[in-house]
């Protein structure tokens, strides 16, 4: 998903230098993405338990 708005920003500014005649020789976006999870307190898949995935 991150990518997909980073193309969208780049193509709009793309836009708008072309709409404003600004001359650019590249653009470069960085992303920083934060994420948290809580793989140490999930326990291993139990197959004979279909109701859930997952066994917490």
């Not at 780049?10 to 650019?24: E, F, G, K, N, V």
Request: with cysteine.
């Amino acid at each position: 998903m991150c990518a997909g708005i980073g193309f969208c920003l780049m193509t709009r500014l793309t836009d708008i230098y072309t709409a404003r005649r600004t001359s650019i020789k590249s653009m470069k976006l960085e992303q920083r993405v934060g994420f948290n999870t809580n793989l140490s307190g999930m326990r291993r898949h139990r197959p004979h338990d279909r109701r859930r995935d997952w066994a917490y």
